[in-house]
């Protein structure tokens, strides 16, 4: 029993330590930017012709995806019509088996949540699905996945024998 309260602790602490990290790290990201940035670019910028919405609406949608420090979501996919999303998160290669990633991902992704969340995660872009179904061959490429759903009553985090090497505690996709 004992063992259990602590192993929950240490997650939850390196989830606040992650969150925290992660904060910080945007922070110190926009501040270097906003310094970055001058007057005269700012003037010359708004002297050039704005570009149509459809050329701006793909890269504002890629900016607002969220990322972090050895993650990123590459497409968010809606299931059917249902209002549920499904995120697709690429994880940086030498980071695959760091599950602080995996955990910082999850929590600025599925922090707020209140119903439903969803994240599956991949190290290789090509591998990443276009569509909410991966083939099975995405699927075996897949490292980990994370679903809350409170209507069901889940919340947990399956990963890969690639990233949990414990034969127990892993699923081969």
Known sequence: MNKKLIGS?????????????????????????????????????????????EETAAPKAAESLPSGLGWRVVRVLEIGSSGKFVHMVLVDLNKEMDKTVYSAAINQICGKATEFCRIRFWTQERSIPEKVTPTAEQLKQQKAEFLFNKAAGIRQTTWSCAVNPDKTQCVKY
């Open 9 to 53: 602790m240490f997650l939850a602490m390196t989830l606040l330590w992650a969150a925290q990290a992660q904060s910080e790290e945007t922070e110190s990201a926009e501040s270097s930017q906003e310094a970055a940035s001058s007057p005269q670019e700012a003037a010359s910028s708004s002297q050039e012709a704005a570009p149509s919405s």
